[in-house]
């Protein structure tokens, strides 16, 4: 015989949405679809031409050269669901939230890393050898989370300031900003991706910049071959959100980094960007349910992708002093990003 419920179980259900599952990893699944659309969506070029204007699926297939069919129903799936997508009444879709790609930037970035967490955690295969992140991707994402910081702390420079050497460019956006704000200004940047470097000259380029920046493809541990570009009084180097990843084996190797640049480059300033990361014992409590997952997955993939453990303000305050830097002040700005200016 069935069980048949009664009408107060009945109305009782439907208040707490039917009969579809509570379970909160139900939702991390729907995120999970959500997140692989958008991230082929952003890889087919479909956000970018979105962003330039509205359009049907039938012009942006055509122009992209991509599946049409697979395209509508990825558009009306984010349509339906999120409210990141609008369909107009003439079935034109518009990118109504221009910025809903960008968080997909770090996925992208690190996507080889998070689809072999499995044969990762069982030896099978080691960061570097077998996987690698996407430079192109990780240098997007990384000036979307530094842009604001790393523009204020430019602004606040002093005026004579009239060299930036930028430690990690990426796409030359911080040397570019910098050289854009006075016509004295000139800078140098070095970055380890090639095509990251490519991207750099060509921004440059585009910029009319190219006589006054420029660009070298290489390890800024390999020292020997900047050193000897011009440090002194009127010099800056920026380092922003990249001295972490040199804390994988211990502090020592970074903070030998740094007094080896505090001998050859006496005198000049050090701006050294870094996020006041928490640890995991914090996060658990923190009630900002989106600084809780930001700085939960910032934690996660370091270790995954060899990198040294960030740090909170406090260590990183403990740190530079060990290396013999003076602190001159320290300022905070969106994402949690300190600015720690150094005297060298």
Partial sequence: MEDYLSR????????QGGYFPRHWSYSTTNDYVITQVALGLEEAGVFDFLRKEKA???SIAKTLNINEYLLDSCLNFLWSVTNAIEKNPDNTFTLKDRDFANPFYIIKAYKSVFDNIGPALQ???KYGDDIRRDGAYLQRSSEIVTRSGVRNTID????????????????AESLIYFCK???????????IDSLTALKARN?????QLSERISIAENDILDTAKWKTLKFGLNTAILASTILHELLAENENRLINFLRELREFAYGSRLYILELDTPDF?????EENEAKKLFFATYRLWHPFSAQGMPMGKDSWEKLLKRAGLHIDRIRKSEYELNAFECIL
């Fill in 181 to 191: 704000s006075a016509d004295n200004r000139h800078g140098h940047g070095i970055d």
């Fill in 123 to 125: 030896m099978k295969i």
């Fill in 56 to 58: 049907t699926t039938t």
């Fill in 8 to 15: 107060k179980e009945m109305d009782s259900i439907q208040k």
């Fill in 281 to 285: 014992e914090s996060l658990k409590n």
């Fill in 203 to 207: 921004n440059i380029a585009s910029n």
């Fill in 156 to 171: 606040r420079m002093p005026r004579d300031i009239s060299y930036l050497v930028d430690l990690g460019c990426g796409s």
